[in-house]
């Protein structure tokens, strides 16, 4: 046997023997590397402890540094805008949270703390469950109230918190400054990523990977719609500005998509000319980074030259008609908005399930971290607030990878200990974990985690506070993960299997909507029950997927579930195909 088939028939015997659940728990991200992110991260921990240093104040260092960390943290490729948003909502809510946990540990007794860690348990499960933004708030306001009962701050009442929001501010600045000169760079990388997208599905045109790529070009325009419906109004759309010309560009891609997905159904491999002209009317259509400046070359494909003939649209399918009239006329008859999608308020019982159930595990984790450290147990229950976020994925796959990178981190610290010991040494380990912790937040949870567990050390090591808690720390992190799967398992453990089930009911009725309305809609009105349709599958997906990721009683379902979601597909795709060919009833 060869080595090639000899690892293959490995990896199958692996995956026999490890359950679904358990490998998409593991799975990491593919994106590619997050530079910018990394040097973020780097920055926003190490500049303030040197600062720390260099001043005579590394407690003040460190939670300036703590502030920029959390910051960097919940950082993402959205719009300038709403990333200002959401750190400065973090800023706010865990300097707040900072100040009422310093305040009960200065005036108050182990039962006034723990009081207080209970109440702010309760009051970030009520917020959290509110939406994206007040999810991160709700996190931060109980990370701060357990800093601030465990790590007892010098100084003033005022200080701490406002170190705290100004490492915040630090790292708002790092994110916001190529602002200055490439103000919406996430915008359009996302509108280039369509036609990217579209490229690619038309090179796989009448191939096994035809249904995955068209998914991820779903995906693709599914993320640029979302960039732009912050920008979506009409005094946005109709000014010939940057983000003008981008809304235009989103347009003609909702276009090429709708034709690509027509040449997919017709299922022939096309000619590398038509290939390309994604590229091409990306060139066309998406503007500069700024006036008199090139735009970047979509896709690593040379942009379309002067005199240049037009791709040979000779054959004479309903995909190739409409392919030409997109590439001919970008975006004509359509004033469509990328209007944002559309979420349902959370219910008064999820917020109140959800805030008792944050509440209780917070006030377990506070006394047994007393009973196990005293005052320093601040360990364990800002485990239980990272952990406990059904808003960010699956539980179970949080606490398994929490507690890989935790003892990974662990065993890091270690090796740290021998070979550092000075404080200046200690910063650039700060700022290379600091690099690894932003970089792991865009591809795997125990990545991240291992490089929070190196940096905690290096606070801990400036505060003076004991080394040898920290293999300790393994023990808690299991503690809390007991805790929160407890709680989570015990009240409501099909929670995603039933999340799913709803996601898969709205796709049917959104392609249904399509399948009936879209031969007689207007172009604006066709292209939006497409876009609903689509976007409802792909969140089917995502629910399902995520679902898999936990252990669950009735794993036969999911089957069931998937097969429901192709046919749903197959007849969007179909009606797009039917559509685009004229059908009209």
Known sequence: MSEPTALRARAGTLRGVVPGWLGRSLRAARAPFPRAAAVRGALAVSVPLMAGLLTGHPVAGVVVGLGGLWAVGQDSAAPYKARALRIAALGGSAAAGLLAGATALRYGDAVVIAALLAVAGLVSGWVSVGGPLASVAGMHLLLGATVGTGIPVPGPWWAGPLELLGGALFALTLTCLPWLWRRHSPEREAVIAVFDA????????????????????????????????????????????????????????????????????????????????????????????????????????????????????????????????????????????????????????DRLRFALLLGGCTLAAAVVAYLLHGPRGYWLPMTVAFLYKPDLGPVFGRALNRCLGTVAGVGMVAVVAWLVTDAWALTLVAAAFGAVMAAGVRYHYALSTFGLTVIVFVFIDFLGDDRQLLPSRVLETVIAAALVLTAHFLTRPDSWRVRAELRVAAADRAWRRYDRRAPAASPDERHQ?????????????????????????????????????????????????????????
């Open 198 to 349: 579209a490229e690619r599905a038309l090179s796989q045109a009448g191939t096994a990977g035809a249904t995955e790529a068209r998914a991820r070009m779903t995906l693709a325009l599914n993320t640029a719609q979302d960039l732009l419906a912050v920008h979506s109004s009409r005094k946005h759309a109709e000014r010939p500005t940057s983000i003008g010309g981008l809304i235009t560009a989103f347009r003609a891609a909702v276009q090429l998509v709708e034709a690509v997905t027509a040449l997919m159904v017709e299922g022939r491999p096309l000619p590398p000319a038509v290939v390309r002209v994604p590229s091409l009317l990306a060139a066309r259509v998406v503007p500069p980074v700024r006036a008199g400046r090139p735009a970047p070359e979509p896709a690593g494909h040379a942009l379309a030259q002067d005199g240049e003939p037009e791709p040979p649209f000779t054959a004479g399918t309903p995909g190739l008609r409409a392919l030409a009239e997109v590439y001919r006329a970008p975006g004509r008859s359509l004033t469509l908005l990328p209007d944002p999608p559309a979420y349902a308020g959370p219910r008064l019982a």
């Open 529 to 585: 029950l497409r876009r609903t349709a689509y976007r409802r599958l792909a969140e089917a997906r995502q629910a399902l997927d995520t679902a898999g990721a936990e252990p669950h009683r009735d794993p036969d379902r999911f089957p069931v579930l998937e097969r429901r979601v192709a046919r749903a597909e197959q007849g969007c795709d179909a009606i797009t195909a039917y559509v685009v060919a004229g059908g009209r009833r």
